[in-house]
């Protein structure tokens, strides 16, 4: 046989495990599997099935939106307070279950990861696709609730998938991040959900833009913007999605080109997070 | 079996190589201390971290033919499974290459992704896509899937109702409808009932008639030995031997059961303490035998058992016998006073103390005087046809005169392990023998005409 060995080797060369694989059909059907998967078990055995993915965030905004508008009175003489509110817990849900779930998502996939090869994006990819199929979910209270306060149907509605795609990407960017370096460091989990509460109180979830505007100054609010693309997309959200009454970032900010700068911060933060998971990704069932 | 048959080389040289494996190396870092926390880190951050190096693989050679069933055997920790799942593509080999030709399956666990909270239909599908089929072609198989598996009556139950059983009888019919030319087994033959690993036997035979080519990997040697055209031995990472499956066995029993394998084993190691090299020392140099644990011992020392062995064929001390082969017990006498005609003998017997070997020297022609510091050795030849397992030889040397009077009785005094690397059928002792069928065309009639 040691003569057979000396003539070229035959087909492919196995290389190990890489973020992508070799056949990204591969990749969209297991990610499709997983996520799919996950969701009908979420919430199997309860009676009540999916409702509970509705009820959920309905839940926080029904005590959200009896404190800030009976106790605080945060929503003054404004028309869609309620409506923004629940865009803005709805949008926020969506952001914590990609990030936040992808955290240990390898962990979780571990029988996976160490028994066959599949193209690891397939995990952090699921998470966030998992999630999305929640928002799609909980979008439609939104809609529900938006029509039931005067909302009609506008043209800029067609911009809301884009932003959530947007959003979606800055997630992904994230997730790949989180759970590569999740592996290696296992305080990622602790401190990214001490992230996420502070993103949800330094964006206008709770509050208007307008709000900060007025106590904190026009300064502060760009420099909250311009900071927190989550926050960008979220202003622009309500902007073209519930009244325009809520200012678009471009005029909060005042500056259309400047309002650029979140979206290039999400680009390059994806480019990070891929480079960092497709760096870590052959070596994860090892370092598991 | 092909493996068997003379033109087997000259069958394997014309055809194709699928897998070649060329000077894989694979390594592990054991870190001292985990640095598992950024805190760590952060408090430490010139601080380079210790680790051990566990070198899996060294240098691992081998390439394999289309529609050859390869093994690949190996104690635990030799590194076999390091080494299938670098093949598998799950681990990236640090240097050397894996070529691979043609579509590649593995089974390292059967049912990955199976959930024990969705029914089988699901499962399955889940299973499938994850093996690598789509959708579709998992929708198409669904029903030859339960078929193979015997499990239509089921299909709805969830898995974990399920007895283990089912749920490896489902997993490995789904694996098996993967269309793969390569398929990767990591020991999945130990499990399922009797009737479902004949399936799965068969299923084998036919992937063999397809031409797919199977690689193994087991510490089970008897299912290399059934199913392989040629085997591989891993030890400690490295190849200890490539070549055909009998003779692989051969020294894989070699390596499991010798102490001269287990001393080597632990030099490598590096382990050696002071009772390590006792052991070493006795066993390359068989003379003077320690006895394992000081046996019962009587006698009134007139003569004395220097030492006792078990010897191959060619007359070579060891400590395993293989089974089929001539054997021999040997133990060297020294008188130590004036004895006329002694009686030599032996029994062999498992540790469960049932003797399956006794002989004496009783009916022999007398053996003669012997003066003190004379030496006598003695040996008791048989051809091998114990069952696997421990033996324990009791010699003695006695005269007979007036009743029986011990020299020197040493009971369990060596022992000697019988490899086979074919199943034995449960005797003891295997019995050449004949098995007649005979048909009896008259015996309908002649039993009613009895009855």
């Known amino acids: 046989m040691s003569a057979a060995l000396k003539t070229p080797a035959p087909g492919t060369r196995v290389r190990g495990p890489t973020a992508l694989g070799d056949d990204w059909r591969r990749l969209v059907r297991l990610t499709w599997t997983l996520a799919a998967t996950d969701f009908k078990l979420r919430f199997f055995g309860s009676a009540l099935g999916y409702l509970w993915q509705l009820m959920r965030p309905l839940m926080l905004f029904g005590i959200l939106y009896v404190v800030f508008t009976q106790l605080l009175d945060f929503a003054g003489s404004e028309r869609f307070f309620g409506v923004s509110l629940l865009l803005g817990i709805v949008l926020f849900n969506f952001f914590g279950e990609a990030t936040g779930g992808a955290v240990k998502s390898i962990l979780v996939r571990e029988q996976l990861v160490r028994k066959i090869d599949f193209p690891r994006l397939a995990v952090p990819l699921s998470t966030v696709l998992q999630a999305l199929f929640n928002l799609g979910l909980n979008l439609i209270p939104v809609l529900v609730f938006l029509v039931a306060s005067g909302g009609r149907p506008r043209l800029s509605w067609l911009l809301l998938p884009f932003l959530i795609v947007v959003l979606a990407i800055f997630g992904l960017a994230l997730a790949m991040l989180l759970s590569s370096l999740y592996v290696r460091y296992r305080d990622i989990e602790p401190i990214w959900e001490v992230v996420l509460q502070a993103l949800f109180y330094t964006t206008p979830i709770l509050y208007t833009a307008e709000m900060i505007k007025v106590k904190a100054g026009e300064e502060a609010l760009r420099l909250l913007l311009l900071l927190n693309p989550f926050a960008t997309i979220l202003q622009s959200s309500k902007h073209v999605f519930i009244d325009p009454s809520h200012q678009s970032p471009q005029s909060l900010v005042g500056n259309g080109a400047l309002t650029l700068l979140p979206l290039a911060a999400i680009l390059v933060l994806f480019v990070v997070g891929y480079t960092v998971f497709a760096r870590e990704a052959p070596r994860i069932a090892e370092n598991l | ?451």
């Not at chain 2, 680790?51 to 289309?66: E, G, I, P």
């Not at chain 2, 400690?236 to 031997?241: D, I, M």
């Not at chain 2, 070699?254 to 382990?271: G, H, P």
């Not at chain 2, 017990?329 to 002694?342: K, S, T």
């Open chain 2, 1 to 451: 079996m092909a493996a068997q048959s003379l033109d087997y080389h000259a069958w394997v040289s014309a055809q194709p190589l699928v897998i070649v494996v060329d000077q894989v190396s694979k390594q592990f870092r054991l870190p001292h201390e985990g640095v598992h926390t950024l805190k760590e880190r952060a408090l430490h951050p010139l601080r380079r971290t210790g680790y051990d190096s566990l070198h899996a693989l060294r240098n691992v050679s081998f390439d394999v033919t289309k529609g050859e069933f390869f093994g690949i055997v190996g104690r635990n920790g030799s590194g076999k499974s390091t080494l299938l799942k670098c093949l598998a593509g799950i681990y990236r080999v640090d240097s050397g290459a894996i070529h691979v030709d043609g579509r590649m399956s593995t089974f390292i666990e059967l049912g990955v992704g199976f959930n024990p909270d969705l029914p089988a239909r699901d499962n399955v599908m889940i299973n499938a896509t994850m093996l690598g089929l789509s959708q579709r072609e998992a929708r198409r198989r669904f029903a030859g899937i339960l078929d193979f598996a015997e499990l239509h009556d089921f299909v709805d139950l969830k898995l974990k109702n399920y007895s283990s059983g089912m749920m490896v009888r489902l997993a490995f019919s789904v694996a098996i409808q993967v269309d793969a030319e390569i398929l990767l087994i990591d020991e999945v033959l130990a499990v399922g009932d009797a009737s479902f690993q004949q399936k799965c036997f068969d299923e084998f035979a036919r992937f063999r008639k397809r031409g797919t080519t199977v690689l193994l990997v087991t510490h089970d040697m008897s299912s290399v030995d059934r199913f392989c055209d040629r085997a591989l031995l891993l030890e400690h990472g490295h190849v200890a031997e490539t070549g055909d499956t009998g003779r692989i066995g051969t020294r894989y029993l070699d390596l499991n059961f010798s102490s001269q394998a287990r001393t080597a084993e632990q030099n490598v190691a590096a382990e050696a303490d002071t009772e390590t090299g006792e052991q070493s020392a006795r066993v390359l140099e068989p003379e003077p035998a320690e006895p394992v644990a000081e046996p019962t011992r009587f006698g009134d020392g007139r003569a004395e058992m220097l030492n006792g062995w078990f010897e191959d064929g060619d007359g070579r001390p060891t400590e395993v016998l293989h089974s089929g082969r001539p054997c021999a017990f040997g133990f060297r006498v020294r008188f130590h006073d004036h004895v006329e005609d002694p009686v030599f003998g032996v029994s062999l017997h498992t540790p469960m103390g049932d003797h399956v070997l006794a002989a004496n020297s009783q009916k022999m022609t007398p053996a003669g005087a012997f003066a003190p510091g004379e030496e006598v050795v003695v040996r008791v030849r048989f051809d091998n046809i114990l069952a696997p397992g421990r033996y324990d030889a009791s010699p003695a040397v006695a005269r007979l005169n007036q009743g029986l009077a011990w020299l020197d009785h040493r009971s369990a005094w060596v022992s000697v392990v019988v490899a086979g690397t074919h199943a034995h059928e449960g005797a003891l002792v295997n019995v050449p023998c004949d098995l007649a069928i005979e048909r009896q065309t008259d015996a309908r009639v002649s039993n009613t005409g009895s009855g």
